[in-house]
C-alpha cells in the first residue's frame, strides 16, 4: 500500500540497524478526540524484520559493551537536547495520537527529561565497578552490560515508559530493541529515532506491531532482558514465552491503587481536595498509579464526598485536548473507553449511585470523539468489579471505612501492589503506609505528583517484578560480575 504523506499526517516505519525500513504494510492511528482525522500510519513489522531488528542489536553491542562510559553519557545528552528542541513538535503529535490533554503531554516529556538527565548524572558512579581488597583476597565487583534488551511499552505513556527503558539500557552498554504499543506508536517512534541519531547504526532499533511481533522479541535466543511495562494478562504471556531461554526481565505492570483517608485528614483543605481529583483524573484515568479505589473514614465521609465533588467539577473540564481549558481529554481508544462503561454500568446494576463529574466544554467534539464524562460511584460493595478491577479510566469508587485495620485489610487482599496513598496528620499516615503492600506509597498526594524518579519504582505482587527510576532502575540492565582473587588458593578441608 502507497500512502502520501502530507503535511498533517506522520508516516512511521521501522527503524532497523541506522535505516527506515519500508513496509507492505501499514496501520492508520486516529485521533480519539475525534476518530475521522488519521493522524498518521505505522507500519506492521513482519518477523522478518522483528529478527533482522534483534540481530543488528546483537551486531552492535559487539561494539557498544566496549565504549567508553563517558562517551556514552555525552551521546544520552545531546540526545536529551534534541528531544528539548523538538519539545513542541513531540507534544502536538502525542496530544493527536494518544488524546492527552497538551500540558499533560508537556508533562510526560517534562518526567521523561527529568530520568534521562537523573540517569545521565548518576550512571558513572552507579555502575563504576568496585574493587575490595579484603582478609580473604581480593574483589573486584562490575556492572556488565547484559546484551540486547527488548524494551515493550505501553500506550498510556509511550515517550516516559520508553525511555525510562533506552536511558539505561543504552548507558549501562547494552542495546536495543524497542516496540511501542500500537495504540500511540508516533509519538514514541519520533523521540526513539532522534535518540538514535546520537548513535551507531544498531544501538537502537524501532520495531511496530502488536502481540505477533512481542513474541518474537521475548523469545528470539539473542535477547538478554525483557523490560515490559503493560499489562498483567500481557506479562503472562511474556513470561512464558520467556522461559525457554531464562531471560532476565524487569515486568511493571497493573495497578489498583488505594488512596486512603485517615480520620485526622482535613475535609476543608482545597488544595488537598484537588490533588485527590487529579490523582483520579489526570491522563482521564489512564495512568498506572493513578489513586483508582478511595477509602475514607466513616467519621469523615460525608463531609468529604460533598467536597470532592465540589473539587471535581472546579477542576475537570472534558474538552479538545489542545484546548488550554481542557484539564481532561478522551479515553486513548475504543475498547478501552467500552471496558470502563462496562464496569461503572456493572456497578449501576448492582445498586451504586454514578454521578457525573465536571463539565463538558464542546458538546460536538465529546459525542465524536472516543469520550466518557467522568464518574464518581458510590454506594458499591467492597468487592464490586468497579472496586477491585484496575478501571484505568475516568471512573472512580469512593467508599467508607471504619478502622484502620479493616483499611489495610483491604488495601493488601488486593493482587496488585504498585503504589498507594494515605492522606491526614503525618506520623498516621506514616505509620499506616508502613502496614501497606505497595512499591510507593504516597503522604498527602498521589499518584504522578508523588513520583520520585530519584527512586526505585515498582509493583508488589502482581503488579511486577523489578523496579525502574532510581539508581536500581540502571543497574537492573547490569549483570552483576565478581572477581576474586582469593588470598588463599588452596582450601584446608579437601584432602590432598
Ligand atoms: P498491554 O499489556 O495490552 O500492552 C503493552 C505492550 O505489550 C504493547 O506494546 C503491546 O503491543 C505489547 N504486547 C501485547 N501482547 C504481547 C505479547 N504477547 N508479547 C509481547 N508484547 C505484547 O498494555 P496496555 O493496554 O498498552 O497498557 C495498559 C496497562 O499497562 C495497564 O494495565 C497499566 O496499569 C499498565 N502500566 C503499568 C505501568 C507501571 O509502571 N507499572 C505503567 C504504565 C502502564
Known sequence: MTIQADQETVIVEAFINGHHVPSLSQSPKENPASPAEIVGYFPVTTKEQAVEAIESAAEAFKLWKKTPIDERILRMRKAIEKIRAAENEIVHLLSREHGKPLYDAHGEIYVSLMWMEYACNEAASVLQEEVQEHDYGKTILSYDPMGVVAAISPWNYPIAL??????????????????????????????????????????????????????????NPLVAKIAFTGGTATAKHIIKAAADTVKDMTLELGGNDAAIFLDSFDVQDERAMRRIVISNFLTTGQICMIAKRVYVHRSIYDAFVEK????????????????????????????QKNYVQSLIEDARKRGAKVIPLGQILDEQRFDQGYYLQPTLVLNCDYHDPIVVEEQFGPTVPILPFDDVEQVIRLHNESIYGLTSSVWGREEDAISVARQLEAGTTMINTAAVQGLDVRFPFGGFKQSGIGREYGAEGIRTYTETHVINVPATLDLPYIPE
Open 162 to 219: 520508553s525511555t525510562i527503558k533506552i536511558a539505561p539500557a543504552l548507558l549501562a552498554g547494552n542495546t536495543i530493541v524497542l516496540k511501542p504499543s500500537p495504540f500511540a506508536p508516533l509519538a514514541a517512534a519520533k523521540v526513539a529515532k532522534l535518540i538514535a541519531g546520537e548513535f551507531p547504526a544498531g544501538v537502537i532499533n524501532v520495531v511496530h506491531g502488536d502481540a505477533d511481533v512481542g513474541v518474537e522479541l521475548t523469545s
Open 308 to 335: 470532592y465533588i465540589e473539587a471535581a467539577n472546579r477542576w475537570i473540564r472534558i474538552g479538545d485536548p489542545f484546548d488550554a481549558n481542557t484539564t481532561v481529554g478522551p479515553v486513548n481508544n475504543l475498547k
